[in-house]
């Protein structure tokens, strides 16, 4: 009696999920078919632009046999999906802890353990510290291989601004931080450090003038945030005391940032013309026209790029 019993909630449990497939498979072929007949806009239809979606919703909630996750989570999968149609691997959504500490770190600051994360030509996430950071101070060398984050291995093939959150967080009394484990390059031992969050500020730049040729300046940009116009020009004029006669300017590994702060800095090597034309399905064409001036336009430069090399770092590359 028991067993039967149980076949009949399990059969019941099957003919409902196969209930909701064929309403959800028929409002999707109905949902395309109308679609198709009658274009509409988002203002023409308002809250049914996603009808389909909100049925689909509805019918999980009445019919689905486990717990469902939280709310935010379902929305996210879905905004996740919607994205993912676009076929753009620059569109993407971050979670609102993410996109806030992006948003903190592009400003220039952020709470973190101070690492730069980059993805090395061989697909590995490496790690380099910032001078006098709490990643340097606990041990963390340049070009250390991220293996694991809080006990969690990682996947080589994570997005870097997932991984970059991470190792990042709220500054607390209480010193919390991260536990990362990593290996050097050329070893196979590994090192797992316990870090805590401090306030970071970013160097956007480093600069020096080259030992083996003293008349050249370099300057490696690592990112864009709304210090880096302000740092470059600093660099320019600290390298001019030096008396060098050319410039580095290397923007490999550098995956961009904030698009007006490139354009201010392509400025400085340039004295005059365009910079960067915008292509908008919305707006139009915009060009980006420098203004002459720039610190750096009597210095020879050459400009470093790689395949890590993309976004407002091609503008300045570029230009």
């Known amino acids: 009696m028991e067993q039967r019993e149980h076949t009949r909630l399990w059969w ?8 909701i497939v064929a309403l959800v498979s028929g409002g999707f072929l109905a949902g395309f078919i109308a679609r198709g007949h009658e274009p509409a806009t988002a ?3 308002g809250d049914s632009e996603f009808k389909i979606l909100n049925q689909v919703d509805q019918l999980v909630r009445d019919n689905f046999v486990r717990e469902l996750p939280p709310d935010n989570t379902l929305e996210y999968a879905a905004i ?7 076929n753009d691997n620059y569109t993407f959504f971050n979670d609102p802890p993410v996109a806030s500490s992006e948003s903190d770190a592009l ?4 709470g973190g353990i101070g690492v730069d994360v980059v993805r090395n030509e061989a697909g590995m996430i490496v790690l380099y510290p910032y001078p006098d950071s709490p990643a340097a101070r606990a041990g963390v060398l340049e070009g250390d291989i991220l293996l694991a984050v809080n006990d969690q291995p990682l996947d080589p093939n994570e997005r870097l601004d997932v991984v970059r959150q991470m190792t990042r967080g709220e500054i607390t009394e209480e010193g919390v931080g991260v536990r990362i484990t990593v290996q050097q390059p050329d070893t196979t031992e590994t090192r797992t450090y316990d870090i805590p969050f401090e306030e970071i500020i970013i160097p956007s730049i480093a600069w020096r003038v080259l030992a083996e040729a003293p008349e050249l300046g370099y300057i490696q940009i690592k ?6 116009p ?4 600093n660099a320019i004029a600290d390298l001019r005391t030096k008396n060098i006669t050319g410039l580095i300017l290397d923007l490999r590994f550098n995956s961009g940032g904030l698009l007006q702060e490139s354009i201010d800095v392509a400025g400085e090597f340039l004295n005059g013309g365009t910079i960067v034309i915008e292509q908008s399905r919305t707006t139009g064409e915009m060009v980006h026209e420098d203004t002459p001036g720039g610190v750096a336009t009597d210095l ?3 400009v470093l790029v790689n395949g890590g090399t ?4 091609e503008v300045v590359a570029g230009a």
């Open 12 to 19: 019941n449990q099957l003919w409902r999920g196969i209930v």
């Open 300 to 302: 020879p430069t050459i």
């Open 310 to 313: 993309a976004s407002a770092a």
């Open 43 to 45: 203002q023409e239809s």
């Open 230 to 233: 302000e740092e470059v020009q």
């Open 80 to 86: 996740r999906g919607y994205l993912a149609s676009l």
């Open 107 to 110: 400003a220039g600051r952020y």
């Open 223 to 228: 990112s864009f945030t709304s210090l880096t």
